[in-house]
Each structure stands twice: as structure tokens, then as C-alpha cells.
């Protein structure tokens, strides 16, 4: 068995390769009566869109979404939604040595190990261009959740962190690298020129925050909001660490230092005031109410110029260098997919937690 839906009552499906005719979604479980449109979803894509910028892959895709099914005049039916985004711009001749050795550190001897066969060009589903899919669907989702704010942004680069001294939200629409610090995203577009000049790359680190998530979303165990939150940013390509509020920092603090203390609300607020947020507004799985935090590490591209040693699909020692158009840093690009999977996530939660009891 395959696995390639995610979700329980709002659950989506990415169908697709890189190097296809086309990619998409199927997102089932959308209540009905939300108005919907390819013009609601595709800024989203928009911001994800390869090409952009010198700092990301030069493959040039428009990524034009078009809506196959589940909406009939401007409004979600209830039935499946049918998302389609078309490949435009595949090289897949840049991948003719792909096709007899492996890639350290990509998925190709994972998938030949595991299928006998392989699409090798662009890596085929294993391929950052599935996350395009991921993006519409996450669209989708925003429509469930409307009280949630989601935002997203690169946090550090390779060795270079932001300040949040510097912390300026408006400007993290302003720079190619996502970032609310200005003079960080200087030093990015340094160090990135750099790698991609040495045809080399840089991993990235992503912290995503859902403002107005209600106290109550979750569940004790098996669907903890945490939990689920963990499974679906491991999921996107690249993504090899996840952190939830102070993470593997609260394995160096203590009990009073990792505590939220609380005191009574005041008669504008519907729940208590937290003094701290170091569980990352999830406890026992169920969220507080308060802003609920993700921080995603992205390795380095495994596709790179730099020749490194491997060998080849007949078990024979050789070296390779991956031709083609790749990002020197897939982190940037990362931001609106792990924005889109938070989506996905909390609008899951919620329509689970309005079927057991009944309230949002």
C-alpha cells in the first residue's frame, strides 16, 4: 500500500511528478457553502512559484491552478475538490546520469531498493515540485479556519540566524528569503550567491505561528494537535527536524523554567493569560489558546554541481554531479509549504473537534 493522503475528516491527496504532464490535489471532507476560487488559491502559489529570484531554482513554472471539481457557482459543494497545476518547463535531459547513479543524500537508492524502478527525472514524486500541491490544498483549508491567522518565515540560513531584536513582520514580504530581518536577509543573499556560485547548497530553518487557534483543538493521544503537527511538516520534502515551542531547548531547562504560568483573564479574554508560551501553545495535545509554534529544519539540497563520490545502479564506485536547475537553498521556498501544512492541520482539528463535541 501507497501512502499519499494526509488527514482524517479534512484529508487531501497529491497526485503527480516532477517531470510529468501535470501535478495536483484532491481534497475531500471540505464542508460545503465556502466561496472558493482559483483566485483565492493561486497568491499562495504565487509566493511558493520557482523562479523568482537568483536565489531559488530557475525552472520556470506559472503554476496556474485550476479547479476540476467540488465548487459550483463560486461555492464548495461538500464533494471532492480536484486541484490541477501543469508542468510547463521540464528539462528532463538535465538527469540522463541520474539514471545510472545515485544522488547522496536524494532519494534514488531509497526508491530503487524499495520499487525495483525509479522516475529519475527530477526526482519524480520525490521531488520538492509536489509541495506545489500541498500549497492549493492548504489554501483550501485557510477557508475552514478563518479566525486563524498563519505566518511563516525563515528564521535562520547555513550559520546565519535574524535577530528577533530586529523582528519587523512587515518585512518579511519585502526580501526573496521570507525573512522579518532586514540585515539577516543581506547576508543571506551573500551567502547563498555563494554556494550556488561553488555549486554547492545551504539548509534552512522555518518557524511558522498560527494566531487565534481556540483552546480545545486536539485530542489527549493518538491525534495529539502536536503530534499531527510533527508528522505533517516530517512530511514535506528536505525537512529532517521538528520542533514545537521551546523543543529540544526545554530538554535544558527546568520544571519552573519551562512552566506557562497563569493568571486570571481580564473580561475581554474567553480563557486564562499565560505569562510564557514554551509549549509552543500545545498541552497534552490540545491547544491552549495560545499562539501555536513550529519551528522546520530543511537540509541542504542534495542536488548539487559539486562532484561527490557514490555509485552507480550496478553497484560500481563513480562520482556525480547533478545537472539541472536546483534551489541552493529549498528552505526559502519552504515557508508557504510548512504555511500551507499548518493549515491543513488546524482545519483538520477543528472539524475533528466540532464532531466530538459539537463546538468550534
Not at 471532492?80 to 538527469?95: A, G
Not at 509536489?130 to 528564521?155: C, D, F, K, N, Q
Not at 550559520?159 to 526580501?175: G, K, Q, V
Not at 530553518?205 to 511538516?233: F, N
Amino acid at each position: 500500500m501507497s501512502y499519499n493522503s494526509f488527514g482524517r475528516v479534512l484529508r487531501f491527496t497529491t497526485w503527480g511528478e516532477s517531470h510529468g504532464p501535470a501535478i495536483g490535489a484532491v481534497v475531500d471532507g471540505c464542508p460545503p457553502g465556502l466561496a472558493l476560487s482559483e483566485a483565492e488559491i493561486q497568491p499562495f502559489l504565487d509566493k511558493r512559484r520557482p523562479g523568482q529570484s537568483r536565489f531559488t531554482t530557475q525552472r520556470q513554472e506559472p503554476d496556474q491552478i485550476r479547479i476540476l471539481s467540488g465548487v459550483f457557482e463560486g461555492r464548495t459543494t461538500g464533494t471532492p475538490i480536484s486541484l490541477m497545476i501543469e508542468n510547463v518547463d521540464q528539462r528532463s535531459k538535465d538527469y540522463s546520469e541520474v539514471a545510472n547513479a545515485y544522488r547522496p543524500g536524494h532519494a534514488d537508492y531509497a526508491y530503487d531498493a524499495k520499487y525495483g524502478l525509479r522516475d529519475y527525472r527530477g526526482g519524480g514524486r520525490s521531488s520538492a515540485r509536489e509541495t506545489a500541491s500541498r500549497v492549493a490544498a492548504g489554501a483550501v483549508a485557510r477557508l475552514v479556519i478563518p479566525e486563524v491567522r498563519i505566518r511563516a518565515w525563515v528564521e535562520r540560513i547555513g550559520t546565519i540566524p535574524i535577530l528577533y531584536s530586529r523582528f519587523d513582520e512587515a518585512e518579511i514580504d519585502n526580501n526573496a528569503f521570507f525573512s522579518p530581518d532586514a540585515t539577516a536577509a543581506a547576508q543571506w543573499e551573500q551567502a547563498v550567491d555563494a554556494a550556488r556560485k561553488d555549486g554547492s547548497s545551504l539548509g534552512a530553518i522555518v518557524v511558522c505561528e498560527a494566531y487565534g487557534v481556540p483552546a480545545g483543538w486536539g485530542a489527549p493521544l493518538y491525534a495529539k494537535l502536536d503530534s499531527e503537527l510533527a508528522a505533517a511538516m516530517m512530511s514535506i520534502n528536505a525537512v529532517k527536524g521538528v520542533e514545537i515551542g521551546d523543543g529540544f531547548a526545554a530538554a535544558m531547562s527546568t520544571g519552573e523554567g519551562n512552566a506557562d504560568p497563569m493568571r486570571p483573564g481580564t473580561e475581554e479574554s474567553s480563557g486564562p493569560q499565560f505569562l510564557a508560551n514554551h509549549a509552543g501553545g500545545i498541552a497534552g495535545g490540545i491547544s491552549t489558546g495560545q499562539p501555536v509554534r513550529v519551528r522546520v529544519a530543511f537540509k541542504p539540497t542534495a542536488s548539487i554541481l559539486t562532484p561527490v563520490e557514490t555509485i552507480g545502479r550496478d553497484g560500481q564506485p563513480t562520482e556525480i554531479r547533478t545537472k539541472g536547475r536546483h534551489d541552493p537553498c529549498v528552505g526559502i521556498r519552504g515557508v508557504p509549504v510548512v504555511e500551507a501544512m499548518m493549515a491543513l492541520v488546524l482545519a483538520d482539528q477543528k472539524l475533528l473537534h466540532r464532531a466530538q463535541t459539537g463546538r468550534n
